[in-house]
């Protein structure tokens, strides 16, 4: 596992000048925080959560978010950004030949399917894979969806840009309105729970990790 961090690490600093790093170890942090509320292993979850958006840092997909930092994505560009986890995937196969080894089971769900939904009427990609996964992987996805989903939130952040899908800075009462917004259909209603429940303990350490 360290092994394959190191090279996630050394691949993200290339998407630095629009905050996929700094993104990407928030994901992670907040994965393995949450965590335990899906029945997953912290640690693995710590790993998705690092490795999720390698897939952004492949050239054709860089140039398109370097291009749009800030702006809304046309049709052509969406489609493009939109291979990003299948990309990552291609990423993650490369570096388990290179390694000699295979990721834990949940991992290319967990970076291929991160931005499906919970109810999954929506996201992408939904494709018959998905659909043929276990609860156990559903569950695993949801908790990198929702870490992905909060990061995203704060997304100014991480990227001065505004690279990320929130643009606006928001505070904590607006960020769990919305999240209240899409309980049940984006985003697993556990989480969501416990997130209000929790945040006012640990979002201090968040920001003192993460606040540039």
């Known amino acids: 596992?360290?092994?394959?961090?190191?090279?996630?690490?050394?691949?993200?600093?290339?998407?630095?000048?629009?905050?996929?790093?700094?993104?990407?170890?928030?994901?992670?942090?907040?994965?393995?925080?949450?965590?335990?509320?899906?029945?997953?292993?912290?640690?693995?979850?710590?790993?998705?959560?690092?490795?999720?958006?390698?897939?952004?840092?492949?050239?054709?997909?860089?140039?398109?978010?370097?291009?749009?930092?800030?702006?809304?994505?046309?049709?052509?560009?969406?489609?493009?950004?939109?291979?990003?986890?299948?990309?990552?995937?291609?990423?993650?196969?490369?570096w388990e030949r290179e390694l000699g080894y295979k990721v834990d089971p949940l991992v290319k769900p967990g970076v291929l399917y991160h931005h499906a939904w919970w109810n999954e009427k929506g996201g992408y990609p939904l494709e018959e894979g998905f659909f043929c996964l276990g609860q156990e992987e559903k569950d695993f996805i949801s908790l990198i969806k929702f870490a992905d989903t909060i990061a995203s939130m704060y997304g100014p952040l991480f990227s001065p840009e505004g690279e990320r899908t929130y643009k606006k800075k928001r505070g904590l009462i607006e960020?769990?309105?919305?999240?209240?917004r899409i309980s049940g259909t984006e985003l697993n209603d556990t989480l969501v729970t416990e997130f209000s429940l929790l945040w006012f303990s640990i979002e201090e350490s968040f920001f003192k990790r993460f606040k540039k």
């Open 1 to 94: 596992m360290k092994e394959i961090l190191q090279k996630a690490d050394e691949w993200l600093r290339k998407g630095g000048d629009i905050g996929i790093p700094r993104h990407s170890d928030a994901v992670a942090w907040l994965a393995e925080r949450f965590a335990p509320f899906v029945g997953a292993d912290r640690e693995l979850a710590y790993l998705v959560g690092k490795l999720h958006d390698v897939g952004k840092v492949v050239k054709e997909v860089l140039k398109v978010l370097r291009r749009n930092r800030g702006k809304s994505l046309t049709e052509e560009d969406w489609i493009i950004v939109k291979k990003h986890p299948s990309l990552g995937i291609t990423i993650l196969e490369r």
């Open 175 to 180: 960020i769990v309105d919305e999240l209240h």
